[in-house]
């Protein structure tokens, strides 16, 4: 479950480990997770995907201190509207179907100058499909890293809110 991939870890903690105190979301953390690499760093990490049984994936967090596991229907709940500083996904976006909804829905939960941090491989110009719908909404300062990863070419994008 957890990504070993010692380069993509220290990847995540060069680019987006937060300063302590932070709040943050990892979007579509099913099939690869930071959990580990993060919880150390912030004061709040929630976990949410939308795979419905993503909470039975991830039970090894439940009590675990400063982790919460959200389901993904309950995103839309007020109480979660800019509650992070930082909302990150790592290989969470390629084959959603409605990419800038999601983007949208991810982008109310961030608070006033947040970022956004989107990590998934780079197949058919994905990096360039990410950039033009983060900046349709509304998203702004761009870093755009390229990687490898499994031996293949992975993207890193992060913007501000």
């Not at 993060?38 to 949410?48: N, Q, R």
């Not at 039975?56 to 400063?66: A, C, L, N, Q, R």
Request: hydrophobic share 40%; with cysteine.
């Amino acid at each position: 479950m957890i990504n070993s991939n010692k380069g993509l870890s220290a990847l995540i903690e060069a680019e987006i480990v937060p300063e302590f105190g932070k709040k943050l979301l990892e979007f579509g953390s099913c099939g690869c997770s930071a959990a580990d690499t993060l919880i150390t760093k912030c004061d709040c990490l929630a976990l949410t995907d939308k795979d419905p049984d993503f909470l039975e994936k991830f039970s090894s967090f439940t009590g675990k201190p400063g982790i919460q596991l959200i389901p993904d229907s309950e995103l839309g709940e007020d109480c979660y509207f800019g509650r992070f500083h930082l909302v990150y996904t790592l290989f969470g976006f390629h084959g959603l179907p409605h990419l800038v909804d999601e983007i949208m829905r991810l982008r109310r939960l961030i608070l006033k100058g947040g970022k956004i941090a989107v990590i998934d491989f780079a197949d058919d110009n994905f990096a360039d499909e990410c950039t033009r719908q983060l900046k349709r909404c509304g998203f702004q300062n761009f870093n755009i890293r390229t990687f490898e990863t499994e031996g293949k070419e992975a993207f890193l994008i992060t913007a501000e809110k």
